[in-house]
C-alpha cells in the first residue's frame, strides 16, 4: 500500500519535455497495460507515439508545452458514464506510466486534434501527454481531508488514508471540488455541480481512494 501512496506523492502535472523517444520495451508494457484497461472498463484507450501534431498547435502553445509527441486518447462509446470512467482507468494508467518513469499531464482544451480512431457511436473524452518531463513537477496547495469528506478521529485507517489518496490526485485546474462520506462500511462519493472536468475528475478521485483505502475494506454507495 504504501508503495502506491509514494507513487501518488512523486506525480505531478508536467507540460514541458525532453526530446527523448519511450523505448520499445517502455511501450509494450503501456500498451499491455491499456488493454487489459479497456476491457475492464469497456473503453477504446489508445496510446499515440511519436505524433507532434495534437500539441503542434495555438491551443498547445497557450497551454505552454513543449516537446509533446506521446498522449493517450480516452475513448468510449458515449455513455451517462464514460466521464467517470474515462476518469478512473485513465488514471490506472497515467500511475503505470509512472511507475515506469513517465511523466503525464492531463490535457482537456489546450491541444490540436488528436489522431485517435474515433469509431461510430464513441467519442474523445480528454487526452493525456506523454513522455519524459524535464523536471518531474511540483506538488501543489491541496485542502485539508476535513473539507473534502466527513473525516473524524473516529474514523477507521482504512478511509483516513483513502481520503489522503484521494487529495494527491489530478483534477481539473486543481479545483478539488469532491467529497467522501463514510456511514458504516459504505462510502458516497459526490464531485460538484459547478466547475470543468466534474465526471472526469469524479472517476480519477474514485481511483485514488480506492487505492488508498483498499477495496476489501468499503462499499460505494451509488
Not at 473534502?148 to 481539473?172: H, M, R
Amino acid at each position: 500500500m504504501e508503495a502506491i501512496m509514494e507513487l501518488m506523492r512523486s506525480r505531478h502535472s508536467v507540460r514541458r519535455f525532453l526530446d527523448k523517444r519511450i523505448p520499445a520495451d517502455v511501450r509494450e508494457r503501456l500498451d499491455v497495460c491499456a488493454a487489459e484497461l479497456n476491457e475492464k472498463g469497456n473503453l477504446h484507450i489508445q496510446l499515440l507515439y511519436d505524433e507532434p501534431d495534437c500539441f503542434n498547435s495555438r491551443m498547445a502553445k497557450y497551454g505552454r508545452f513543449e516537446n509533446c509527441t506521446n498522449y493517450i486518447a480516452l475513448v468510449g462509446k458515449k455513455a451517462p458514464d464514460l466521464d467517470e470512467r474515462c476518469g478512473y482507468f485513465g488514471e490506472l494508467l497515467v500511475l503505470k506510466a509512472q511507475e515506469l518513469g513517465l511523466n503525464t499531464c492531463w490535457v482537456a482544451l489546450t491541444h490540436g486534434k488528436s489522431k485517435a480512431e474515433i469509431a461510430s457511436g464513441e467519442t474523445e473524452v480528454i487526452i493525456i501527454a506523454l513522455g519524459y518531463g524535464k523536471t518531474q513537477g511540483s506538488a501543489r496547495k491541496s485542502k485539508n481531508a476535513s473539507a473534502v469528506s466527513n473525516i473524524s478521529d473516529n474514523s477507521p485507517a482504512w478511509f483516513k488514508q483513502g481520503v489522503e489518496a484521494a487529495l494527491l490526485a489530478p483534477t481539473a485546474t486543481n479545483q478539488q471540488k469532491f467529497s467522501f462520506t463514510l456511514d458504516g462500511d459504505k462510502v458516497t462519493a459526490k464531485t460538484g455541480l459547478i466547475g470543468a472536468c466534474l465526471k472526469i475528475d469524479l472517476g480519477i478521485v474514485k481511483c485514488h481512494f480506492e487505492l488508498g483505502a483498499g477495496k476489501e475494506h468499503f462499499q460505494w454507495d451509488e
